[in-house]
């Protein structure tokens, strides 16, 4: 099993920035991609962001490209999630979610393909 805590949200005013991070532990070697998902009230959780284990690739939601980075540290078994430029509509709770998959460009997205999920960590934009 593979536990991760998600750290880092709270209220922001509009264009502020806000780092979220995911703490991973348990069976961490057996995890190969991780992401972040959003869900707002009255929404469906979508994906935000996605990084692999290893190698460069990352992968983001047309919606917040060019304001948030995904990054990690495999030392500390992290995944971090910088958002910039805030907006009301990125108001949501943040969700860190990981698999033992790889997990292609096609269905990094779809949340049905991770295995583990933390509990959640809220983020409010103020306009």
């Known amino acids: 099993q593979v536990q991760l805590v998600e750290s880092g949200g709270g209220l922001v005013q509009a264009g502020g920035s806000l780092r979220l991070s995911c703490a991973s532990s348990g069976r961490t070697s057996n995890v190969y991609t991780m992401g972040w998902f959003r869900q707002a009230p009255g929404k469906e959780r979508e994906f935000v962001a996605a990084?692999?284990?290893?190698?460069?690739?990352?992968y983001y939601a047309d919606s917040v490209k060019g304001r948030f980075t995904i990054t990690r540290d495999n030392a500390k078994n992290t995944v971090d999630l910088q958002m910039n430029s805030l907006k009301p509509e990125d108001a949501a709770v943040y969700y860190c979610?990981?698999?033992?998959?790889?997990?292609?460009?096609?269905?990094?997205?779809?949340?049905?393909?991770?295995?583990?999920w933390g509990q959640g960590t809220q983020v409010m934009v103020s306009s």
């Open positions: 990084i692999r284990w290893t190698g460069p690739n990352t």
């Open positions: 979610a990981a698999t033992r998959r790889f997990l292609s460009s096609v269905v990094v997205t779809n949340e049905a393909q991770y295995d583990y």
